[in-house]
Nanobody
């Protein structure tokens, strides 16, 4: 399974970006998907997760109300809409896939497949 993340860039504080993650798996519709991020000198942290059916979403407290995770199974793609961005959101963002379809998974070890990451930089 290959995951290709895109959509990162440089944005001013208060701005928006939409990240996309395209998956190669034919069984993508059965996977739970997640977004994580890693800032320089910090550990990778959970951002958001979505169940295989999109019926369940789960967010880190730091992004709740600002970020929205969604998916289009027909396009094998998951999205992360990021609004009201803050400088502390600056990080490399990674998408990840859990082929076991677990719900509300925040633990990186439950994700078997990872994308290459896309840089998001928020200037103050």
């Amino acid at each position: 399974v290959q995951l290709q993340a895109s959509g990162g860039g440089l944005v001013q504080a208060g701005g928006s970006l939409r990240l996309s993650c395209a998956a190669s798996a034919r069984t993508f519709s059965t996977y739970s998907m997640g977004w994580f991020r890693q800032a320089p000198g910090k550990e990778r942290e959970f951002v958001a997760a979505i169940s295989w059916s999109a019926g369940s979403t789960y967010y880190a407290d730091s992004v709740k109300g600002r970020f929205t995770i969604s998916r289009e199974n027909a396009k094998n793609t998951v999205y992360l809409q990021m609004n009201s961005l803050k400088p502390e959101d600056t990080a490399v963002y990674y998408c990840a896939a859990d082929p076991y379809g677990r719900r509300d998974s925040w633990w990186p070890n439950e994700y078997s497949y990872w994308g290459q990451g896309t840089q998001v930089t928020v200037s103050s």
